[in-house]
């Protein structure tokens, strides 16, 4: 989480952090299995074969790994790129490594917050700032209780002034 980190302003401090869902992860893992197994079975072949064109089945079932591990890679890179976080005094947003994606609002300019929720327990999060921005952000892990944490904290503003 070190982009929330290294963003937050004197006297902020993080109250609650979310990132997505493991669900990113199930195209690449299910796409890289296709990979994965028969390369397996290419590199096992080449292994116990007593053909002379061993180097190039092994080679090959070798380059069937590489791919499936690629394919994992980029989703778990995708997985740990993400930080969302509620502070004392803003949301958070952060999406992506090579072409990040951010939003950052302060509490008292969020006009509502919303969620359109998944049954495994993720969602898209569309916070609508004040002058009708409205910023969504897919996939989100526990985006009910990311909202009610956000909620929790405008409450705990408001009652302060």
């Known amino acids: 989480m070190k982009y929330v980190d290294n963003n937050l ?10 990132g997505l869902h493991w669900i990113v992860l199930f195209w690449p893992v299910v796409i890289g299995g296709f990979f994965g197994i028969p390369g397996i079975f290419v590199t096992l072949a080449a292994l116990f074969s007593s053909d002379k064109d061993l180097g190039s089945m092994f080679g090959l079932g070798i380059g069937y790994h590489v791919v499936a591990a690629i394919l994992i890679g980029f989703g778990v890179l995708r997985l740990r790129s993400a930080e969302f976080a509620v ?13 990040t994606r951010t939003a950052e609002m302060f509490l008292p300019k969020i006009e509502s917050i919303a969620v359109n929720g998944r049954m495994l327990d993720y969602g898209t999060i569309m916070v609508r700032g004040t ?13 009910f209780e990311f909202r009610r944490q956000v909620q929790q904290q405008i409450s705990n503003l408001s009652s302060a002034a």
Do not use: C, D, Q, W
């Not at 002058?131 to 985006?143: D, I, Q, R």
């Open 131 to 143: 002058g009708g921005t409205l910023e969504p952000f897919s996939k989100v892990a526990h985006g």
């Open 9 to 18: 302003i004197k006297g902020e401090a993080v109250t609650y952090r979310a």
């Open 87 to 99: 502070t004392n005094k803003r949301v958070i947003l952060k999406y992506g490594v090579i072409r």
